[in-house]
């Protein structure tokens, strides 16, 4: 079986000049076998009828899965700043649950939970709606396959055709479906296309999550800065720096369970992989203080509000679960000595962290 994704050899233009204006928004993980069936159909004079049903036969059957999977693609974004991220993931569990209407039939409600959270992620991303015809905002970048001109400004068209009088066509018009004109939406092609719209605008916002998140962040980190105390979790009111610190303390710690596990044989050098950590998630290398060596090392790192945190691995030995001992430091100044020699103002937790280090709300 080819790709699941739109193979090189089809014509991603030409695909686009077809199924676009019918309102068929294509993204990088259309089904390749059903494009070209449906570009031959259509060059031997297939009608709209026929095209939209073969698609909607394509995407319900061999192609199914992909639906929740192309949706999904979105819980990759915001990660900059954990509450927008939140609202990604909690987008994408509505969609989740238009796709189950959808796959029982019920597409008078997948329908507009489909429409209502590609308007939804519009204003997120851009401040401005989708769906509109007055001044509408580019549907086009230089990222990905959904925003390729032709696409998804094309099928906005489509969803933006007017339905003044009441009417049981079944014409897939956000706007009537959404003012109650068109009172036949409710078929399986419009749901699928609707999906389908979905999964496109989906991933051409991807991109551009992050760059929000980032810009979240920023303007969070101004608004506490030089706070003092904590919240009612024990974290930080002025947390800027811990996100980042996190994700350096995560990831080390996985490269320090692989090189014990695998007796060495995967690279660790308590050093070298923080500092590739720090650049990686934007921490300053130069708040670290760093002691010991690979089996067995502690080190703190001030954040910009002064307040010091810290963590502490010791190997226990290979096959244990975790292979080994772990401490944390959260304390307004930093550590003198290793836990394993003053256990003071270190701590070991049975389950997550406390204090300022612990995790965000688990998205799932």
């Known amino acids: 079986m080819r790709s699941s994704a739109v193979d090189v050899s089809v014509n991603v233009a030409e ?11 294509m993204s990088a993980v259309w089904p390749y076998e059903g494009t070209v069936r449906a570009l031959v159909a259509a060059e031997n004079g297939a ?22 999977i192309g949706t999904e693609r979105l819980r990759r974004g915001g990660n900059a700043h954990w509450p927008f991220k939140a609202d990604l993931w909690r987008r ?9 209407h959808h796959q029982a039939g019920a597409y008078e409600a997948s329908i507009p939970i489909l429409f209502a959270q590609v308007e939804g992620l519009s204003f997120d991303i851009t401040g401005k709606a989708f769906f509109t015809k007055r001044s509408p905002i580019p549907a086009v970048d230089d990222e990905t396959l959904a925003g390729m ?6 099928v906005r068209e489509v969803c933006n055709m007017d339905v003044v009088q009441r009417q049981s066509l079944g014409q897939f018009s ?20 609707a999906i389908v719209l979905t999964i496109s605008a989906f991933e051409h916002w991807l991109p551009q999550s992050d760059k929000v998140a980032l810009k979240l962040r920023s303007e969070h980190e101004r608004q506490v800065a030089g706070k003092t105390g904590f919240d009612d979790n024990g974290r930080l009111l002025d947390d800027r720096g811990v996100p980042e610190l996190r994700q350096v303390r995560y990831d080390l710690e996985g490269r320090y369970m692989q ?46 509000s002064g307040h010091v945190l810290g963590w502490a691995a010791r190997r226990i030995r290979p096959g244990k679960r975790p292979p080994h001992e772990s401490w944390w430091w959260d304390a307004p100044t930093a550590p003198e000595r290793a836990p394993w020699d003053d256990a003071s103002g270190w701590a070991q937790y049975s389950g997550d962290a406390k204090g300022a280090w612990r995790p965000d709300e688990i998205l799932f």
Request: aromatic content about 12%; charged content about 25%; hydrophobic content about 40%.
């Open 149 to 154: 001109g032709g696409n998804l400004d094309v």
């Open 92 to 100: 994408v569990a509505l969609v989740d649950k238009a796709i189950a």
């Open 15 to 25: 695909a686009m000049q077809v199924f676009a204006p019918l309102g068929w928004a």
């Open 259 to 304: 090189w014990i596990n695998t007796g060495g044989r995967e690279p660790f050098d308590v050093s070298r992989d923080i500092s590739e950590l720090a650049s990686k998630y934007g921490s300053d290398h130069r708040r670290f203080t760093i002691r010991g060596e690979n089996p067995a090392f502690w080190w703190s790192y001030e954040l910009p």
């Open 47 to 68: 009608s709209t009828a026929q095209l939209d049903q073969m698609l909607t036969d394509v995407w319900n059957g061999e192609h199914a899965r992909w639906m929740t």
């Open 174 to 193: 956000r706007h009537g479906v959404m003012h109650g004109r068109e009172l036949a939406y409710d078929t399986k092609v419009n749901s699928t296309k």
